[in-house]
């Protein structure tokens, strides 16, 4: 009888313990799950009437001031908006206005900053009545070669939708707040021009291009820009008795041209105020030749020495000629490279697409289809020629046009 009690209550004891256990795991998993709150509250103008239709955005936003959208909610009913089940955890808020009104504002954010104001949600939860500051406007054309641009895009901060300019090349931008902006405006399909940061630089000299402050007295003014035509260096490869070279390879990094029959090259290149870069040029029956070369240079004459070495009688290298890129830039579309006659006989090609110069990790077929990584990037083809017993040629095709989106 006794050793049946025993039994009993160890088991009893045991399915305590079991019990208990289960209990403590139970409590630890809802320790660890993730705690959300609640955000809400009323947003109106800076007279203080409530604002229908205003987007409220709560953003986590990284050290590179990348942003992530976390929940967001557009206000209704005098203004007002909830927010459930929103992580614990530092965030910034943004109210923008679709009807641009009223400039976009972040919560605790003085008008002008640089970076917005964060603030930590707990599990109490938070309460944003929010008056959203007054939206400026401003207005301007864009020239090019002094003739109106239709169909330019300007914009000045991601907050602001971009404007499209008239038929007079007119422009107005809405729902600005008071601060600093550069302003930029971006040719739309295939343009005699590049993109233009205000008034009147290209991308290299755009550190100059503001930021400019942007308030009720500067909105007034005309902010029109002067678009600028593709940037670009050239010259002629020369003997030393100054005859032109045709074919000669000029290549400026990864990016390569071949001197036309009067040993004329030009390369679309950006090169910055006072910068200058080494171009390597060879040619067949020339010593190679390096030429540093400025921004805006566009009559450099580049002198080749005759090479001292009798060239033999049989080729030791693959020969082969600079590739062109054939397909539409644009996102979803495929690019195509034609490589050109190489030769000897059984040589083998192989391929390497770059992006903006960077070589693209796994690109190495005869096409390459274009994707959002590309966007407003130059794409480049180099092609190798290898075969046993002959030295390996790669050569470097011209850089495509900017992808688009469309």
Same mark, same amino acid.
């Given at each position: ?68 959208? =976390?929940?967001?909610? $557009? +206000?209704?009913?005098? %203004?007002?908006?909830?927010? *459930?089940?929103?992580?614990? &955890?530092? #965030?910034? @808020? ?65 907050? =602001?939708?971009?404007? $499209? +300019?008239?038929?007079? %090349?007119?422009?107005?931008? *809405?729902?600005?707040?008071? &601060?600093? #902006?550069? @302003? ?65 390879? =000029? ?12 040993? *004329? ?142």
């Amino acid at each position: 009888m006794r050793r049946g009690i025993r039994i009993i209550v160890g088991a009893l004891l045991g399915l305590a313990l079991t019990v208990g256990l289960l209990v403590g795991v139970s409590s630890a998993a809802l320790a660890d799950a993730t705690a959300t709150t609640w955000v809400a509250g009323v947003i109106t103008d800076a007279n203080g009437t409530p604002i229908d239709g205003a987007v409220v955005t709560v953003f986590s936003i990284d050290q590179s001031n990348q942003r992530t959208v =976390v929940a967001r909610r $557009t +206000t209704h009913w005098g %203004g007002k908006f909830v927010m *459930r089940s929103v992580p614990v &955890g530092t #965030y910034s @808020l943004l109210v923008t206005d679709p009807a641009l009104n009223n400039a976009p504002t972040w919560l605790n954010t003085d008008p002008g900053a640089y970076v917005p104001a964060s603030f930590t949600l707990t599990t109490d939860g938070l309460w944003v009545p929010l008056a959203m500051q007054p939206g400026l406007s401003i207005s301007g054309t864009t020239t090019f070669d002094g003739v109106p641009q239709q169909g330019v895009r300007v914009c000045i901060s991601q907050d =602001v939708p971009c404007a $499209t +300019t008239d038929a007079t %090349g007119a422009y107005t931008l *809405r729902g600005i707040g008071e &601060g600093y #902006y550069k @302003l930029v405006a971006d040719p739309v399909g295939d343009q005699p021009y590049v993109r233009t940061f205000f008034p009147s630089y290209t991308e290299s000299s755009s550190y100059l291009a503001g930021p400019y402050r942007i308030d009720a007295e500067s909105a007034k003014n005309p902010w029109d820009f002067t678009l600028q035509s593709q940037p670009y260096i050239g010259g002629t490869v020369v003997t030393e008795a100054g005859a032109g070279i045709a074919g000669a390879s =000029v290549c400026l990094g990864e990016s390569c041209v071949t001197t036309g029959a009067d040993g *004329r090259f030009r390369m679309n290149v950006d090169l910055g105020f006072h910068n200058f870069q080494p171009l390597n040029i060879t040619a067949a029956g020339y010593e190679d030749n390096v030429y540093l070369i400025g921004a805006g240079m566009q009559d450099a004459v580049i002198t080749m020495t005759a090479s001292a070495s009798t060239p033999p009688e049989t080729p030791t290298e693959v020969t082969g000629t600079v590739p062109s890129i054939s397909g539409k830039t644009k996102v979803g579309a495929r690019l195509t490279v034609d490589a050109g006659a190489w030769g000897p006989a059984g040589v083998t090609l192989s391929y390497q697409w770059y992006r903006n110069g960077a070589k693209i990790k796994g690109a190495t077929k005869s096409t390459y289809k274009l994707s959002w990584r590309d966007v407003r990037k130059k794409m480049s083809v180099k092609v190798t020629g290898t075969l046993d017993g002959y030295a390996t040629v790669s050569m470097q095709s011209n850089r495509t046009k900017k992808v688009t989106w469309r």
